[in-house]
């Protein structure tokens, strides 16, 4: 049999990828080719791994600094017995002095005497880090609340044997796997119970919009990752809901009630009609009897005005029944009308209470609410908080040239594509006409301003249409660091002077305030 031809080789590899389903990488072609060829399958050279571990050996002595030069010459010309040769013989080369290797064997006979590291400061912090973490652990399996404690009263011991720490962090490790294991599970099946929760209101309230819509919203920020902020708008949105399903309850049971009593009255005018009807029957065929046993007119006349009398009591109370009926239908139709702007008015404070309804950010009074959150956060944690003012440059040339619905559509993109660019513990609000303030709590000035920076380049990137046009939009801001003496409102107000300084260096740009 003859050799196949590169060009055989190539297209049958690239027909096993096919049958295989094995994605077309270098690697896999590779193996593939080299399979079909009868050529021995070799791992590429790793250059540039080798390259950065020969960067990272120290050269503290001549020897060593002769080994990594022949090391990264072996690199260079791909040869592996250089490579080893060179690692070898580097190895050989210690900078130890007869003293310190000395200091080296008693070391490794005993650790726990001359290791520097192993202080008891070191343990103290280890101590530290464990009791730290206990909380978020939890207290629910009693072995590891034994096994931490044990190992918390080891570390504090002065003189502990580090060989017998050594096990003890071992098995410890390995109980802290299972627990944080059980927790993520916890956590994870708690979450889905709160959603099933949420679900099911949504599902009992068929005909509550309003009520849908807060269920949407407390199942999206009920959603990992999960934040004190986020739970604390958990918290706050679910509030909401108990205050305004409540006052809709009372409302729709006094609406009820009202109903109720329409259709009591209703069934006694009904009643009241029924009997006078019958009582008119009686008397229509008693006065028949009379007329047929009459023998003159004058015997009829007096039957006759009884008829009368009667017919127009008749119509007087039919009259009366109607009037009281057609009331009764105005007043329900009242309190239908009522409850279906209850629900709307429902509907629109649910939604408006603290966002904007145009883009969707918190509106002044959120923004207000997010803030003292967020400084409650920073006073706590001493963190960093960053506020940055938003102006969207040249708007009103935007209103007046597009017309004020390209406008609206402007704020909207904004807010759309700043949301995509911040992380999750960050707050949006739309702070009035085409101004907006974002809040980055954990954020110095430096990484506020390049947050920023990096908004108005997403920005540039992405165009939204105004019929055929592609409109690009860019705005100014400024950004401040909350002092440790200083509101909110006065971090904003330094953030929207120094928003005006970008305005006056050419727009399009960011400032720190």
């Not at 006094?254 to 009997?275: G, V």
């Amino acid at each position: 049999m003859s050799e196949k031809k590169p060009f055989e080789i190539a297209r049958e590899t690239l027909k096993q990828l096919t049958v295989q389903k094995l994605l077309p990488t270098p690697a896999n072609y590779q193996a593939i080719y080299n399979e079909i060829a009868g050529v021995p399958v070799v791992a590429p050279f790793p250059a540039d791994t080798l390259r950065d571990i020969a960067k990272s050996l120290p050269v503290k002595t001549p020897g060593q600094q002769k080994q990594r030069g022949l090391l990264e010459y072996a690199i260079d010309r791909l040869n592996w017995e250089g490579v080893k040769n060179a690692l070898v013989a580097y190895g050989s080369f210690s900078p130890l002095t007869g003293g310190d290797e000395a200091a080296a064997t008693t070391t490794k006979v005993a650790v726990g005497v001359g290791a520097p590291a192993l202080t008891t400061e070191f343990f103290g912090q280890m101590g530290r880090l464990i009791e730290h973490t206990q909380p978020a652990l939890g207290t629910d399996d009693e072995r590891f609340g034994e096994l931490t404690k044990n190992l918390l009263i080891a570390l504090k011991q002065s003189g502990a044997d580090v060989f017998a720490l050594k096990t003890m962090l071992g098995n410890y490790s390995d109980r802290v796997s299972f627990v944080a294991e059980d927790q993520a599970e916890i956590k994870k099946t708690l979450l889905k119970l709160l959603h099933l929760v949420f679900e099911n209101i949504a599902e009992l309230s068929l005909d509550e919009q309003w009520l849908h819509g807060q269920m949407e919203a407390l199942m999206s920020a009920a959603t990992p990752p999960l934040t004190l902020r986020r739970l604390d708008d958990v918290e706050r949105r679910l509030k909401d809901v108990i205050f305004k399903q409540k006052d809709a309850k009372e409302r729709a049971q006094q609406a009820q009630n009202e109903m109720r009593e329409m259709l009591a009255m209703f069934i006694d005018r009904l009643s009241d009609m029924a009997k006078s009807t019958g009582s008119f029957h009686e008397k229509l065929e008693e006065n028949a009897r009379q007329i047929e046993q009459a023998k003159s007119i004058s015997e009829i006349a007096p039957v006759l005005k009884e008829v009368i009398s009667a017919t127009r009591n008749m119509a007087a109370q039919s009259k009366t029944s109607s009037e009281e009926l057609q009331t009764m239908r105005e007043k329900a139709n009242q309190t239908d009308a009522e409850m279906v702007k209850l629900h709307q008015e429902l509907d629109r404070v649910s939604t408006q209470a603290r966002h904007d309804p145009l883009t969707g950010a918190l509106n002044r009074k959120g923004l207000d609410e997010a803030v003292d959150r967020e400084m409650s956060s920073v006073r706590r944690k001493e963190t960093p908080l960053c506020v940055a003012l938003l102006d969207i440059d040249n708007f009103k040339k935007l209103n007046d040239t597009l017309g004020h619905a390209t406008g609206d559509v402007a704020l909207t993109h904004l807010a759309t594509v700043a949301r995509d660019c911040m992380r999750p513990q960050d707050t949006l609000a739309r702070y009035g006409g085409e101004e907006f303030v974002i809040l980055l709590p954990d954020t110095p000035l430096d990484k506020g301003i390049e947050a920023m920076t990096r908004l108005q380049r997403e920005l540039t990137k992405k165009f939204f249409l105004a019929g055929t046009e592609k409109v690009l939009i860019t705005f100014s801001a400024g950004v401040a660091q909350l002092t440790g003496d200083e509101t909110g409102a006065d971090a904003i107000k330094r953030a929207d002077k120094a928003m005006y300084l970008a305005k006056r260096a050419g727009k399009n740009r960011v400032v720190g305030g």
